[in-house]
């Protein structure tokens, strides 16, 4: 099948080359999926996206008009695409659900742990030949509550990763996981609650409707004072403004954000020789004990080397029209 993949970056390629081996005629484009870029398409049945290219209605009508017959989204997260609007063309979309679970948890502890003992600060402060500690105290995590907010395949692992800590595990999920509540002694409770009992609140649901927001001024405000927020889920997660001004205030002590709802554009690009326009991450980028990284998470050589092999798999079964595990449906 021509397909073509939008949004490469070097650190990909290589491995959707390999995995391809020939398979499919992959067209690797530098540039993002927007309107204007979707002409890049011409002649390709299927396209391959990643988490910032736009997939909303009027792209797809455009992509639709074009004959594009099929999406392979690089990622879990499908909140990119208007996924109703895709089925209403008969637009079929893959996804990769399960590259590594593991790699996205690893990351979430530490950036824990990177802001709880300061460790980027200290680096630096070596680097400037400054060997003090004063400004660097962290806490023991071991007794903490930690409030895991979706126990999903990320979720769970970061449950158990603190669990071994000797952190204390509160839950919130529409479903529950026994296993959970049986090898980590994990409390499932309401939002409300874990908000306010826990220490550390690390995301872990989809982005959609229900959850757009969920941390917002008033969820900050039933939290403890000085808790350590942590998002590796999805921007939309969180108001952005309203997380800077508990940051103000000093309600949120720590802030750890590997995404952004902001990100489009921002994230994945060098912009060093630029103007940075966007106010919100201006003022995050002022504060201590925020910590920054962009969309990084997934970046490991296990998820890499799964994220291409299970996209070729997926597009093998949209052009053999079989059905396929890792259908959006
Ligand atoms: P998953 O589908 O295994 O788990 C999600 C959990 O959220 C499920 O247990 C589900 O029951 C729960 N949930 C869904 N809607 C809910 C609601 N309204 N209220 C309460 N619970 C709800 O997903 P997985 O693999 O754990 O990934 C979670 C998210 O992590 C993805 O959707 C994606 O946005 C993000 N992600 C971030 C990456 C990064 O590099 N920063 C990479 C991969 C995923």
């Not at 026994?178 to 499932?188: D, H, P, S």
């Amino acid at each position: 099948m021509k397909v073509a993949v939008f949004n490469t970056h070097k650190f990909e390629k290589e491995y959707l080359i390999k995995a391809n081996a020939n398979k499919h005629d992959l067209k690797l484009l530098d540039s993002y999926l927007t309107l204007d870029t979707t002409v890049l398409a011409e002649d390709c049945e299927g396209i391959c996206i990643f988490t910032q290219d736009n997939g909303s209605a009027p792209v797809l009508d455009k992509l639709h008009e074009m004959g594009i017959k099929y999406i392979a989204l690089r990622s879990a997260g499908y909140n990119n695409v208007d996924i109703a609007h895709a089925k209403s063309l008969g637009i079929r979309i893959v996804r990769v659900p399960d590259y590594s679970p593991n790699a996205i948890a690893e990351f979430t502890v530490a950036i824990i742990l990177a802001l709880n003992r300061k460790l980027i600060r200290s680096h630096y402060r070596i680097m400037e030949m400054n060997f003090s500690l004063d400004g660097l105290v962290g806490f023991d995590m071991h007794g903490k509550t930690v409030g895991i907010i979706g126990t999903g395949k990320i979720g769970r692992i970061v449950a158990k990763i603190l669990h071994g800590f000797g952190c204390h595990i509160l839950a919130y999920d529409a479903m529950k996981d026994q296993n959970l509540v049986k090898e980590c002694k994990a409390t499932y409770t309401d939002l409300d609650t874990l908000c306010s009992q826990s220490d550390i609140i690390s995301l872990h649901v989809p982005l959609m409707e229900q959850t757009h927001y969920l941390i917002n001024e008033a969820q900050i405000a039933k939290m403890k004072k000085g808790v350590m927020l942590i998002n590796t889920g999805r921007g939309g997660l969180v108001n952005t403004q309203d997380v800077i001004n508990g940051l103000k205030s000093q309600q949120i002590g720590y802030y750890g954000m590997d995404v952004y709802e902001e990100e489009e554009g921002l994230f994945f690009e060098d912009h060093s020789e630029d103007i940075l326009q966007d106010d919100m991450i201006a003022r995050l980028m002022t504060l201590r004990n925020v910590m920054i990284t962009s969309h990084q998470a997934f970046l490991t050589n296990t998820a890499l080397g799964n994220i291409a092999q299970t996209t070729v798999e997926n597009l093998e079964c949209l052009e053999q029209g079989l059905p396929c595990k890792n259908e959006v449906l």
